[in-house]
């Protein structure tokens, strides 16, 4: 059965949809089988990968809410082993659609159990929001990877998501777990950048990754072509980091037993 990783933080700007992106293309080109799950209704994932909107038949929203299964909205990309279900802006409405909706919070998870069996990986970009939308994608996880910038703001917002995961570990997930904090957008040469990882590592000392993801100009141009970085330079910093934190991921899931994602109570 394969893993579902929610990447979030509330905090909008901090790398989520690069990460998804990027981690997928890395996972795929080892051979894995990869779903992407675009559940941030800003559509970054989507265009990210090339996928014009206007070409899309069904989204994740006509998942949520019962018009087509998971399979039925999946689009196949331009890279090796990855697949997605795009969002467009019709998401947004479902935050408020899902409130009046019996098992509201299990509807992502109930969608997502068949392409669990086929599925290596699926990874959820979540929205910079702590909504119903973003409480679907942490019921349906296995792990949330937190990608964060060297801020001191940042710190406020990793507290309060992890009192989120808290809280859908108590009702919804009780397996649910960090599968890691991701410092993203990284200027070594700055002193905040290691003063702010040092901070995080004293209060999550063993929830870190090593990898961390440096600012980096081919990061930033890949986008606008419709590609993971390491399709649009391989040889780029960007690239070698994202390769790096698919290995940390891959070596860390085979030292420890994977947690199943559990019903909750």
Not at 9 to 19: A, D, F, L, P, Y
Not at 37 to 48: A, E, Y
Not at 57 to 66: N, P, S
Not at 125 to 133: A, G, H, K, S
């Amino acid at each position: 059965m394969g893993r579902v990783i929610a990447v979030s933080n509330q905090k909008g700007g901090v790398g989520k949809s690069t990460t998804v992106v990027n981690l997928a293309a890395v996972f795929g080109m080892k051979g894995s089988k990869v779903l992407i799950v675009d559940f941030d209704p800003q559509g970054n994932t989507t265009t990210s990968l090339g996928i014009k909107k206007k070409s899309i038949r069904y989204t994740v929203y006509d998942v949520l809410v019962g018009e087509c299964t998971a399979f039925e909205a999946v689009v196949a990309s331009a890279c090796r082993g990855v697949s997605l279900i795009p969002t467009t802006q019709e998401l947004s409405g479902a935050a408020v659609e899902l409130v009046g909706m019996k098992n509201r919070a299990l509807k992502l998870r109930e969608a997502l159990n068949d392409a669990r069996e086929f599925y290596d990986y699926i990874l959820i970009d979540c929205p910079p929001t702590l909504d119903m939308l973003t409480i679907n994608a942490l019921v349906a996880a296995d792990s949330v990877i937190i990608p964060m910038q060297c801020e001191f703001l940042s710190l406020e917002g990793l507290v309060e998501l992890k009192n989120t995961i808290e809280r859908i570990r108590s009702t919804w997930n009780k397996d649910l777990h960090i599968e890691g904090i991701l410092f993203t957008m990284c200027v070594e040469r700055y002193k905040i950048t290691s003063q702010i990882i040092r901070e995080v590592k004293r209060h999550f000392p063993k929830q870190v990754f090593d990898t961390t993801i440096p600012r980096n100009v081919a990061l930033s141009e890949a986008p606008s072509f419709g590609l993971p970085v390491i399709y649009y330079d391989k040889k780029a910093k960007g690239s070698k980091a994202y390769e790096a934190l698919a290995k940390e991921i891959i070596k860390k899931n085979k030292k420890v037993p994977r947690e199943t994602s559990g019903k909750g109570e």
